[in-house]
Antibody, heavy 119, light 110 residues
Framework: QVQLVQSGTELRKPGASVKVSCKAS????????MHWVRQAPGQGLEWMGV????????SYAQKFRGRISVTRDTSTSTVYMELGSLKSEDTAVYFC????????????WGQGTLVTVSS | QSALTQPASVSGSPGQSITISCTGT?????????VSWYQQHPGKAPKLMIY???NRPSGVSNRFSGSKSGNTASLTISGLQAEDEADYYC??????????FGTGTKVTVL
């Protein structure tokens, strides 16, 4: 069965960076897009970016360009999202979510990773 | 990149029907039949309920249905049940290979 298992809770200081992982199982990572979505405490969902099935192309929300990087390691079926220059407003739960190519919806989600940014 | 607009809250009694709206622009909701809806219970990951405006994934109750007119998409829950109490988010593909979510709607079963 398809599973997306994310790394654990992170605590960072302002200005630092964080790298969250999402390990996929039950399907072939190279056949799907992987998106990242975040949710600040008590707030709504916010789309951040995506890595394409070819592992080369990416698209990021304009808000995060310049400080976000989504990468992939096919040998471990793991996708990573790194966010730099962290601010307190980046405190949120970060989700990975799978998309079948060209389907434009997210059929499986990771359990979420809480990232807290605090001095 | 502003979010799609949803009502903050909608409520209904068990057995009733409710509708949640999701308003965007011609660059997202109105321009593509690529609207999806997600249900999220507290502390949980979102769950896909509707995709491509009207389609239900396998396993999702047929009490959930979707529609779209112009720049506004809608999710209707018929025969409201206690387990439907959750937050609901719409999402749409947007030009330039990006996506956008709605502001979210809290559904309360009275």
């Amino acid at each position: 069965q398809v599973q997306l298992v994310q790394s654990g809770t992170e605590l960072r200081k302002p200005g630092a960076s964080v790298k969250v992982s999402c390990k996929a199982s039950g399907y072939t990572l190279t056949g799907y897009y992987m998106h990242w979505v975040r949710q600040a405490p008590g707030q709504g969902l916010e789309w951040m970016g995506v890595i394409y099935p070819n592992g080369i192309d990416r698209s990021y929300a304009q808000k995060f360009r310049g400080r976000i990087s989504v990468t992939r390691d096919t040998s471990t079926s793991t996708v990573y999202m790194e966010l730099g220059s962290l601010k307190s407003e980046d405190t949120a739960v970060y989700f990975c979510a799978r998309e079948l190519p060209e389907s434009c919806h997210f059929d499986y989600w990771g359990q979420g990773t809480l990232v807290t940014v605090s001095s | 990149q502003s979010a799609l607009t949803q009502p903050a809250s909608v409520s209904g009694s068990p057995g009733q029907s409710i509708t949640i709206s999701c308003t965007g622009t011609s660059s997202d909701v109105g321009g593509f039949d690529r609207v999806s809806w997600y249900q999220q219970h507290p502390g949980k990951a979102p769950k896909l309920m509707i995709y491509d405006v009207i389609n239900r994934p396998s396993g999702v109750s047929n009490r959930f249905s979707g529609s779209k007119s112009g720049n506004t998409a809608s999710l209707t829950i018929s025969g409201l049940q206690a387990e439907d109490e959750a937050d609901y988010y719409c999402s749409s593909y947007r030009r330039s290979s990006t996506y956008v979510f709605g502001t979210g709607t809290k559904v309360t079963v009275l």
